[in-house]
């Protein structure tokens, strides 16, 4: 199980024993994986070298954050764990923050505006919404 900020954003930890036991494998061992946004990609590598070293022949990966059931303070806080937090986010300095400056130093360096940066977003979701076309081509509306 790859997650993150699951004992900070809903109090709760132990996610692989609890999937374990939702899907009715208790005998199975069963563990989380927690390495910040990269949470996933770790959780992949140790499932592969599972298998390859022989300990397991079949492994399942399973992801899950849930960062949309909390106040955007909240989560900011959370997401400035996986800095180093006492140099920057006791300051306020958070992911996002880090992101916003690095566009602007972006825009600043290259001469866009706002209003040429605003168009991705817009275009991402427009392209994002015709995907659904494919899956219903293949017979599995």
């Known amino acids: 199980m790859a997650n993150a900020f699951s004992e900070v954003l809903q109090d709760q930890s132990v996610l ?4 374990a036991d939702y899907v ?30 022989g300990i397991y022949d079949c492994v399942a990966v399973v992801g899950v954050e849930k960062m949309h059931d909390v106040v955007n303070v909240k989560l900011n806080k959370a997401l400035s764990t996986i800095t180093d937090y006492e140099y920057e986010g006791f300051f306020g300095v ?23 940066l605003a168009i991705w977003p817009i275009k991402m979701h427009e392209r ?14």
């Open 128 to 141: 994002g919404s015709k995907n659904t076309g494919l899956y219903e081509e293949a017979g599995n509306a």
């Open 24 to 53: 009715g494998l208790r005998r199975i061992p069963a563990i989380r994986i927690e390495s910040g946004d990269g949470s996933s990609g770790i959780a992949v590598l140790e499932a592969y070298n599972m298998v390859k070293a």
């Open 94 to 116: 958070t992911p996002a923050a880090q992101a916003a400056m690095a566009m602007k130093e972006y825009m600043v360096k290259y001469g866009y505006d706002y209003e040429d």
């Open 16 to 19: 692989g024993a609890y999937l």
